[in-house]
């Protein structure tokens, strides 16, 4: 009976102890242990199943429970004290890192194989009788000392960034890898590590004069950085793939018997030559603050990271480092550098160099820039299509030009502002295709004007436009006058659609195109083919001043005109102007007939969208001669072209130049060529525009750009269409109401005789204008990486005429009216005339009078009889009057 009583008795004290809550006393590490469940991972099962600590959850932890729970993490999780944690004996494994813990006592747990306890505030850590442990981290905390005596079994020891002046590793004869740098230790004694397995050694920021590790043949990791050594003696260990030796008295040390090496970092110690040669694995290259004056990794093709800066370096060749992601260049005497196959860098820091350009266009992948302190820099080139997160560019007095992504100007701009860099040019134009990579899509168009296919024999189609849709937003590229196209993208999907002035005169195949690239092989080629449709006769001119009109000097003209429709013409082209006022020098076409103020030129065989072109001297009367010719006159010119056909459109079958005479001029302009008075029939229709640019340079501009931002309120951007030009380029309609027109590889010279070009266009103006109302345009030039030249601002205005400002008889008087020679002006009221002038009933100037202030008569002799008009400009406006030669 006795017997049972025992049984019962110790049967009641188990349950009792399995069901003893375990004291906690830290609220943090118990809200911990309480907060464990099958859905997070603080506490697993011996099968590493998350559980559920307080599995009978009345808010404590009972050692039953405990016994439950083999691998605990309790990170990040603001503790102070793990007090409690001896009751988790079956514990194989505990994390507790990133706390505020400052003592840790695991004595006695023998099924502790793993312990992390990193950053923390450790000042004590008990490992009495934890025999099995085999791996322990404690870096960066607080430790003075260290006893490893009882855990002779440990094979990974971490415990760098603690106050170890001592360090007793001897009993620990299966360590594999030893961290212990950024302690105060003065010797390691490695005599009973295994040469064999030992692999991995960190030891670097102590005060060690003196490292023992040549038995160790197997070492794949040695980071001994920062010690006061002075040699290394280390086999040839083929398995080392990490050194480190930075900061220390060891130099040019012979790395080449290392071939597996990954990561090197062998900065400040006075280095003077780094032999690469057989490093093809290495990734990580630190040398930085040494005296190199050369440094070859051609053959280290896998860098990912290179660090040289502080050296002496006058050449670094980085062409065939296609991996590298990380590179720091600065304080070198690099003259230059080739950056473009650097395709996937991330991050580039140069400073205190002699470079003076950078190029980082074919980094795609380039996250941050830092570049400063370049007395040299002159440009910089991230057109890349990379939206760089951190761009730094500050003290590089000589930079003028930095070329980056469209999306990035304004950002670029608020940076070089920042950094109180305000006279460097920032644009796009260092290329003309989007940063990044870019594809093709090209071909060339023709007019099947046989209608049998297009084939070698049929002309180009020049000029003609395509929409480019992306599905977000679209724009226009305008081909150049050899029917050829390349319209270069980024990756995406494209819908390329032609797009014509006249829809109803030719059917195009195909229609449209579908594109998507990278799936799709660049470059992609297709040709259009146009086939006429009907027959539509439709002619076009214009005439161009190539150069201005200036009192005694010769001008010079350009006549343009085009086979619009889609059948072959012959005719005519017509030119009528003041031949009493300008004289006829030359021309490049033979004159089929002329007289004193009209010329006549005969044409055959102008084909669909050929144009031709005829050049034309003029000498311009000078103010002594009769009439006299001053600035400020308006010289008219009436071009036509006429054929037998009727024609589609016969109102671009006229074209009326009005030129403004000037005594000098800027070489860079823009010329609205119907003038600044336009007549309101021309509301809702073409008007022309010409802009002329000159290299005043002195080196040829290799490229050459005009922008040009059209007023929407005014113009219908989508009838923009380009029609002459000195030198081929294509044009680029984006944003909405951004024209460029592009000079690609122009080289325009920058000798006096050559070094002139223009551009010229037609835009149609809204139709809901009105009479009164004015549009003005301008452009930028750019010149390669200069700033931009921008132009004047031509205004024009519709304007009937013969309007007046003020009423003609309330302020003069003419007489006789009719006249036969000296027409009479009398001022009624006070008035000031600064100039008069006498136009025949066409508009065409026959007398100019510019200093009108002294004159109060005008020789009509020479005038032919019929109805003419006066106009007289004044301080009070423009007024005229009728009057009759008899």
């Not at 070089?416 to 260092?430: A, M, P, Q, T, W």
């Not at 002139?756 to 809901?768: E, S």
């Not at 002294?854 to 020479?862: E, G, H, W, Y």
Request: hydrophobic fraction near 35%.
């Amino acid at each position: 009976m006795s017997k049972n009583y025992l049984l019962l008795l110790t049967l009641c004290f188990f349950c009792s102890a399995n069901s003893q809550t375990i004291n906690i006393p830290d609220a943090n590490f118990k809200a911990k242990l309480l907060e464990a469940d099958v859905l997070n991972e603080i506490a697993q099962d011996k099968n590493q199943n998350n559980i559920k600590i307080d599995a009978n959850g009345d808010g404590e932890i009972q050692l039953s429970e405990a016994l439950n729970v083999y691998y605990l993490t309790v990170k990040e999780s603001s503790i102070s004290s793990v007090v409690g944690i001896k009751n988790f004996d079956n514990l194989i494994e505990f994390k507790c890192g990133q706390n505020n813990i400052t003592s840790i006592d695991v004595s006695n747990m023998n099924n502790l194989l793993y312990l992390e306890c990193y950053i923390n505030q450790i000042v004590n850590l008990n490992l009495s009788g934890t025999s099995n442990l085999y791996e322990l981290n404690c870096q960066e905390n607080l430790l003075t000392t260290l006893n490893l005596s009882s855990v002779s079994k440990l094979t990974s020891l971490n415990c760098s960034v603690n106050q170890l002046t001592d360090l007793d590793v001897t009993v620990l004869p299966d360590l594999f890898s030893l961290f212990c740098g950024w302690n105060q230790l003065t010797e390691l004694n490695l005599s009973n590590q295994n040469p064999t397995t030992f692999n991995a050694l960190s030891c670097s920021k102590n005060n060690l004069s003196n490292l023992d590790i040549v038995r160790f043949n197997n070492l794949h990791t040695l980071h001994c950085s920062e010690n006061p050594l002075t040699n290394l003696e280390i086999s040839a260990y083929s398995t080392l793939g990490s050194l480190a030796y930075s900061e220390t008295k060891i130099s040019n040390f012979d790395v080449t018997k290392f071939p597996n090496l990954i990561y090197l970092s062998c900065s400040q110690t006075e280095t003077t030559s780094l032999d690469l040669t057989g490093l093809v694995k290495l990734k990580i290259l630190d040398c930085v603050q040494n005296k190199l004056t050369n440094l070859d990794v051609s053959t280290s093709i896998n860098l990912e990271s290179l660090s040289c800066t502080y050296n002496s370096l006058t050449n670094l060749d980085v062409t065939k480092l296609s991996k590298l992601g990380y590179l720091q260049i600065g304080n070198n005497q690099l003259e230059s550098i080739d950056l473009k196959n650097l395709i996937n860098l991330k991050d580039i820091t140069i400073f205190d160099t002699a470079l003076k350009d950078i190029d980082l266009s074919h980094s795609v992948s380039l996250e941050k820039v830092y570049i400063s302190s370049n007395p040299l820099l002159e440009s910089i080139s991230i057109k890349n299509g990379s939206m760089e997160k951190e761009i730094q560019i500050a003290q590089n007095p000589k930079l003028k030009y930095v070329c980056t992504d469209e999306e990035q100007i304004t950002k670029i701009e608020n940076i070089l502002r920042e950094n109180g860099i305000n006279d460097c040019n920032v644009n796009s134009y260092c290329s003309f295709t989007s940063g990044g990579d870019s594809f093709t899509i090209q071909g060339k168009n023709k007019n099947d004007a046989d209608h049998n296919g297009c084939d070698v024999s049929d002309t180009p189609a020049s000029f003609l436009k395509f929409k480019i849709d992306d599905g977000t937003k679209a724009g226009n590229f305008i081909t150049n006058e050899t029917g050829l196209y390349a319209i270069k993208v980024p990756a995406g999907s494209y819908t390329i659609s032609p797009v014509f002035e006249n829809s109803n005169y030719f059917t195009i195949s195909p229609s449209s195109l579908q594109v998507e690239f990278p799936t799709t092989t660049s470059p992609f080629i297709q040709d259009f083919c146009l086939v006429p449709q009907g027959i539509r006769n439709d002619l076009e001119i214009i005439t161009l001043p190539l150069e201005p009109a200036r009192p005694g000097f010769i001008a010079k003209y350009k006549i343009v005109y085009k086979n619009k429709g889609n059948k072959t013409q012959s005719g005519t082209v017509n030119l009528s102007f003041n031949g009493a006022a300008l004289k006829i020098i030359s021309a490049t076409e033979a004159i089929s007939s002329q007289t004193q103020s009209n010329i006549s030129w005969n044409f055959s065989n102008l084909k669909p969208f050929e144009t031709r072109e005829i050049l034309l001297y003029l000498d311009v009367n000078s103010p002594i001669e009769t009439p006299a010719i001053n600035n400020g006159d308006i010289l008219k010119y009436v071009a036509t072209v006429i054929s037998a056909e009727t024609d589609e459109k016969p109102i671009d079958n006229t074209f009326e130049l009005n030129q403004t005479v000037v005594g000098s001029y800027d070489p860079n302009d823009k010329t609205c060529l119907e003038g600044d008075v336009i007549k309101p029939e021309l509301i809702g229709e073409y008007v022309h525009y010409m802009i002329r640019f000159e290299n005043t340079g002195t080196y040829a501009a290799q490229n050459i750009v005009v922008k040009d931002m059209v007023d929407l309120s005014k113009f219908d951007i989508s009838t923009l269409i380009p029609t002459s030009s000195s030198h081929s380029f294509v044009t680029k309609i984006s944003e909405g109401n951004k024209v460029e027109f592009v000079f690609e590889n122009i080289s325009l010279p920058f000798d006096d005789a050559h070094n002139d070009g223009y551009v010229a266009f037609k835009i149609k103006t809204l139709p809901t204008l009105k009479v009164g109302d004015s549009f003005t345009n301008e452009a930028n030039i750019y010149f390669d990486y200069n700033f931009p030249i921008l132009t004047n601002k031509p205004t024009s205005t519709f304007k009937t005429l013969g309007t007046q400002d003020f009423s003609f008889s309330n302020y003069f008087n003419v007489y006789p009216n009719a006249v036969y020679d000296i027409l009479n002006i009398t001022a009624k009221n006070t008035i000031d005339i600064i100039s008069m002038s006498v136009y025949n009933v066409l508009g065409q100037l026959e007398i100019s009078v510019p200093n009108g202030k002294n004159t109060s008569t005008i020789d009509v002799s020479s005038l032919t009889t019929g109805n003419y008009i006066l106009k007289v400009k004044t301080d009070k406006g423009i007024s005229g009057v009728k009057f009759i030669k008899k």
